[in-house]
């Protein structure tokens, strides 16, 4: 100010100055009076120091539920869980899987160690049980999760025996006395298993068919595999399905369809349209439709001629023995398949599994519709509407990751899939069903919206793996309202922001981070397992401030008269 009073500078002239200072600048030039406290709470000042310290392009709108840039770039930077404040280390071994409860009360971690464990999710975290599975001959645990009401956890684990032995056990434990109530067979391990309903669950088994193919069955189970009368179905199957060059199918997840209409976060609103990944056929006999004739007696004729060339010299040069023998399987199958189901009318929830179609790696994820009628293990064990001549289910929807799939999760409101994929290099074919293409040491991060089934949003990158095919490992991710979070072989954890595709938070371990899990109830903190057997908690600065901050003292008087009354 002049000794008039008047201003030297015009706030023209202090937001120029402002506009080149860093955030934390700008903050503390605020305090020296109201004038520049004005000018530092610009919106068009916080517009571009928002996109010049996040590096957001230019064309990525605000977060549609912002209400100023200031407030969200305070968002961004005072509300990621990225300040450690609890290290767990009652594990002795690698820790593989983290999953929260509903309530956000409690959470259970798996481990090397055959422990899986139950937590209680208090200010201090604290070990509530700890389930021993080695007397049930389990090698190690690999996965868990609540059910809808917190009153029963799945816990999934991997058999004691040779190192290319796939089976696997469920168990499920009750949390009310922590008793094991049942446990099912699962194959292969990597199936994991998931809830259905409240008390049912959902299993694998693999039956081999010939070198490289194979049946994959998917079992409804009940929790309660006790149950007295003998008209009560215990288990009943859902979906079997033809594997083909080694495939099979694996960690299996369900989305309820319900929730899609209320969607915490529009990925794709004023978005050029995505990539559909509808089924599609890659057969010309398919794609001609229904010829004249029932498929059955179409299918044997066009084996018969098939077989016919093949005995006569014709064909025998052109194919290897595993080509062959994916030929004759999918001859077989043509007419023994139970179409899809193209409506989604009735569906109420979607079966998400990794699956393939040209080698054992997963390339592939599988989208299976489940009916009304299929939600309960009522009625044939054997399932319902598969004709005589039908004797494998079809596929509803196929995604073409072209890549190796490591990891799956779900948005909150089960509309968005988030997919981590190694990718194989561009234009390779697969020659061999034993010999997949050499994938990336980046990790991509794939977002796919199961309600319009298109591919949104560009790959989210910064996380790393370095394992080969063979030695490929899954790396367990979580999305929560605003983020999304996943581990990587790179010792770290990486946290994203969900509208804007960017990298917030790096976080440490000293060794491969297989699992993160948001609070359901609380997503300003992320818990985080690591093969260096800990468990890190993570919470936001806001959060770490508002616990740290001192009480306020009770009055004298109070003080006084809550001692008397002792």
Request: proline fraction near 6%; charged fraction near 20%.
């Amino acid at each position: 100010m002049d000794e008039g009073g008047t201003p030297l500078l015009p706030d023209s002239l202090i937001y120029q100055i402002f506009l080149s200072l860093g955030p934390a600048d700008v903050l503390a030039a605020g305090l020296v009076c109201r004038r520049w406290q004005a000018v530092s709470r610009d919106e068009f000042l916080w517009r571009e120091q928002f996109y010049r310290y996040y590096q957001v392009a230019r064309d990525v709108p605000r977060h549609p539920a912002a209400t100023s840039w200031y407030e969200e770039f305070r968002r961004l930077y005072d509300t990621v869980p990225c300040v450690e404040v609890q290290t767990l280390k009652e594990h002795t071994d690698q820790v593989l899987h983290l999953s929260f409860s509903h309530s956000g009360y409690q959470f259970a971690s798996c481990s090397k160690d055959c422990t899986v464990k139950i937590w209680s999710n208090d200010l201090t975290i604290s070990l509530l049980h700890s389930a021993d599975m080695r007397p049930y001959n389990w090698s190690y645990t690999q996965f868990s999760q609540f059910n809808q009401d917190d009153s029963l956890l799945l816990a999934s684990g991997v058999f004691l025996g040779p190192h290319n032995s796939s089976s696997g056990e469920i168990a499920v434990i009750s949390l009310d006395n922590f008793a094991l109530l049942s446990r099912v067979r699962n194959k292969p391990y990597d199936v994991f298993g998931c809830w259905l309903t409240e008390t049912s669950l959902i299993s694998g088994n693999l039956h081999r068919i010939g070198d490289i193919t194979s049946c994959s069955v998917l079992w409804l189970n009940n929790a309660f595999q006790d149950v007295e009368s003998e008209n009560v179905n215990v288990v009943k199957r859902l979906f079997k399905i033809q594997n083909l060059n080694a495939s099979t199918i694996r960690t299996v997840m369900v989305a309820d369809c319900s929730r899609f209409d209320s969607p915490d976060l529009l990925l794709d609103a004023g978005g050029p349209p995505g990539r559909v990944f509808d089924l599609g056929s890659d057969s010309e006999d398919e794609a001609a439709g229904p010829g004249p004739g029932p498929a059955p007696a179409r299918t044997k004729e066009g084996l018969r001629r098939f077989l016919d060339g093949l005995l006569d010299g014709r064909a025998q040069s052109q194919l290897s023995e595993h080509a062959l023998e994916t030929r004759v399987a999918e001859l077989l199958a043509q007419g023994r398949t139970k179409p899809p189901e193209h409506s989604m009318a009735d569906a109420r929830k979607l079966l998400i599994f990794t699956t393939g179609c040209l080698t054992y790696s997963p390339h592939q994820i599988g989208i299976k519709q489940i009916l009304p009628h299929q939600m309960t293990t009522a009625g044939p064990v054997l399932g319902e509407g598969r004709g005589s001549d039908a004797f494998f289910d079809a596929l509803d929807h196929v995604i073409d990751v072209h890549g190796h799939i490591i990891g799956m999760g779900l948005s909150p409101d089960n509309r968005y899939l988030y997919v981590n994929s190694r990718a194989w290099p561009s234009g390779s074919v697969v020659a061999d069903p034993m010999q997949p293409p050499p994938i990336a040491e980046e990790i991509d991060l794939l977002v796919f919206d199961l309600k319009t089934m298109r591919e949104v949003k560009r790959a989210l990158r910064a996380h790393r793996a370095y394992t080969p095919n063979d030695e490929c490992f899954f790396i367990f991710l979580d999305v929560s309202r605003d983020f999304v979070a996943s581990g990587a072989e790179d010792r770290h954890g990486y946290i994203w922001d969900r509208h804007y595709n960017i990298c917030l938070a790096k976080l440490r371990h000293q060794d491969v981070v297989n699992s993160v899990v948001f609070s359901p109830q609380e997503q300003e903190l992320l818990l985080t397992a690591s093969d260096d057997a800990t468990i890190k908690a993570w919470r936001s600065p806001r959060t770490v401030r508002i616990h740290q901050a001192p009480r306020p003292r009770p009055h004298p008087f109070l003080s006084w008269f809550a001692s008397q009354r002792r």
